[in-house]
């Protein structure tokens, strides 16, 4: 999407290791959701942020909205090879909800 | 289970032949959702439905392709003379209407148009 940007595209990174996954709206955000998907799967919910400033963890991995700057970075902290997946993002640009729309993800690697 | 479920999870079909999926949504969720998704892009929105009224369609949404949800339930998208560009994975995801609400995913039909 080009309201949604993803970076990196892909990333590959050793067992153990920090990684970060950044998304940036063009737009002004009044949610932000990170999803996991398995290729040729469906989207896991990861977590939902709302408010500027908010930082939500599960287990490993934790995610946080910058309102200023309309972005939102996920982390994980010590990548497991369950890690492994395309991670995505998705936007609720309307006070209303409905529809999402999504970056087109960032494909995580962790080798062993 | 209790979580989305969609059928078929695959789908061969010829170029000019109709398709419908199936999509059963979370029993509680009055909003339900279809995405189409291509190799390395993002879910893109087609249509969604609050209990049995269609209230978006995306400019995506051909006349070739339908979407219903007669009782408020379960919903079908039917894709009419196919064409090889409708190849992809088409998504449904349901939601309980909130102020933001989270989506929750099925596994995805996987349509190939030969």
């Known amino acids: 999407s080009q309201e949604l940007e993803q970076s990196p595209q892909s990333l590959i990174v050793q067992e153990g290791k920090n990684l970060t996954i950044n998304c940036t709206s063009s737009?002004?955000?009044?949610?932000l959701y990170w999803y996991k998907q398995k290729y040729g799967e469906g989207l896991i919910f990861l977590m939902m942020?709302?408010?500027?400033?908010e930082e939500k963890s599960h287990e490993k991995i934790t995610a946080k909205l910058d309102e200023k700057k309309q972005q939102s970075s996920l982390h994980i902290t010590a990548s497991q090879p369950s890690h492994a997946g395309i991670y995505l993002c998705?936007?609720?640009?309307?006070?209303?909800?409905?529809?999402?729309?999504f970056g087109d993800g960032t494909t995580l690697t962790v080798k062993p | 289970d209790t979580g989305v479920s969609q059928d078929p999870r695959h789908k061969i079909t010829k170029r000019g032949q109709n398709v419908t999926f199936r999509c059963d949504p979370i029993?509680?969720?009055?909003?339900l959702y279809w995405y189409r998704q291509t190799l390395g892009q993002g879910p893109e929105f087609l249509t969604y439905?609050?209990?049995?009224?269609?209230?978006?369609k995306s400019r995506l949404l051909s006349d070739r392709f339908s979407a219903e949800r007669p009782k408020g339930s379960f919903s079908t998208l039917e894709i009419q003379r196919t064409e090889q560009g409708d190849s992809a994975m088409y998504l449904c995801?349901?939601?309980?209407?909130?102020?933001?609400?989270?989506?929750?995913f099925g596994p995805g039909t996987r349509l190939l148009v030969l």
């Open positions: 995801a349901s939601s309980l209407v909130a102020i933001r609400e989270t989506q929750y």
């Open positions: 737009k002004t955000l009044y949610g």
């Open positions: 942020l709302q408010k500027g400033g």
């Open positions: 998705g936007a609720d640009y309307d006070t209303n909800a409905g529809k999402s729309t």
């Open positions: 029993s509680e969720h009055n909003r």
């Open positions: 439905f609050q209990n049995e009224a269609q209230l978006e």
